[in-house]
């Protein structure tokens, strides 16, 4: 560009100088900031496509920390289950060396009675830590208890369904009590129920105890149930029953009809002939031992309360001391299984933690090459530029000193 110095009434050396310092003003703006700031983008106008992945990129870090932090707290719960599982096991092998002494036929009466009252002992302390294995208020060793553990920054990185009791009784409904291990230590070994009508459309209903277990099923838990039964016209003096037991939680109990041995059903259903049903067995350690006044002609129902009492087992004499070895060898097994299910799943969780460690690493990595600046280099370039608006500084000084010489024309 040429400049005209005799031409006073536009400064262009003056404009331009001003103009190159502006210029290096805003390009050391930029430096000074990514120095104060350690980012070379700063908001989206520096980079607006770095600016988007480098986003999503910290958003992906920060999911994969949070998953680290439920692996954590996922280990954590485990470790509860698994402290209180060593426990009752440490309780069962203790009450097996008293139930092989019992079983031994130099021992009399008396000596069987205080061997009991140590099993009931143990028993009340298995109760004791299956009463304590809790999780935020949520039981840990009852099948009742489903959890879900996210561990991963996506929506199906997850470990669902955990549930210690379901791995080692299919389907649960069970638990790592005293009775759901079958190792109540009573002086007697029959089951109780006690029975309230809640409301009934029927001349009488009654239940039963000593039913045959079915299929896989295994025995109720002592505790509160109900039953709901209806039934209805399937023709010609022939009704259909169906039949639905619910626990305390009001969650349906798995019931199989005699011989079918099915593991899914929650209902059973039973066609038969007249207004009088009999000896129906549940499958689940009871049965309906009487239905009366059934209408053969209409729909009707009832609602049942049922307080159940699992038998214990006694060590009374040498066959029964025996017998009750057996079932804590079953108890044992059992336990040892949920144990090597706890520990395959802690193992998994390692795995996944290691794997999660790693991708949070390199997801940071990517995204420093992105958005951090370098510091080394922006402070090179600072120094250049504060140089050069001192040199731009003096020259603009400079230009507009120019055209006052052509005041001597004038003398």
Known sequence: MAFDFSRIN?????????????????????????????????????????YTIATKLGVRASGLGQALDNIGSAKNLIAVSEGHLTNINDILASMKVKASEAANDTLGTAERSAILEDLQRFNDQIDQEYAQAKWNSVDLLHGGSDFKFQIGAGTTENISDFNIAKQVWSGGGTGFNSAGLNVVASSTSVDTLSTSTLSTDYASVAMGTGATLLGNL??????????????????????????????????????SASG?????????????????????????????????????????????????????????????????????????????????????????????????????????????RIMDADMAYEQLEASKLQILQQTATAMLAQANTMPQNILTLFR
């Open 10 to 50: 536009t400064n262009l050396a003056a404009l331009q100088s001003l103009n190159a310092l502006n210029g290096i003003n805003r390009r050391l703006g930029e430096h000074q900031l990514r120095l104060a700031t350690g980012k070379q983008i700063n908001s989206p106008s520096d980079n607006s496509a770095g």
């Open 218 to 255: 295994t025995e109720l838990s002592s505790g509160y149930y109900t039953l709901e039964v209806a039934t209805a016209s399937a023709g010609a003096n022939t009704v259909t029953a169906t039949l639905t037991l619910r626990d305390a939680n009001g969650d349906a109990v798995r019931l």
């Open 260 to 368: 079918s041995g099915s593991s899914t059903d929650t209902s059973l259903s039973t066609t038969f002939a007249g207004s009088t049903l009999t000896n129906l067995n549940l499958g689940v350690g009871f049965s309906l031992a009487t239905l009366t006044g059934i209408s053969t002609s209409g729909a009707e129902s009832a609602l049942y309360g049922i307080t159940y009492t699992q038998g214990g087992n006694t060590v009374g004499d040498q066959d029964q001391a025996e017998t009750f070895m057996q079932q804590i060898d079953d108890a044992i097994a059992n336990v040892s299984a949920a144990m090597r299910y706890t520990g395959a799943i802690v193992n998994r969780l390692t795995y996944q933690e290691t794997s999660l460690t790693v991708a949070k690493t390199n997801t940071l990595a990517a995204q420093s």
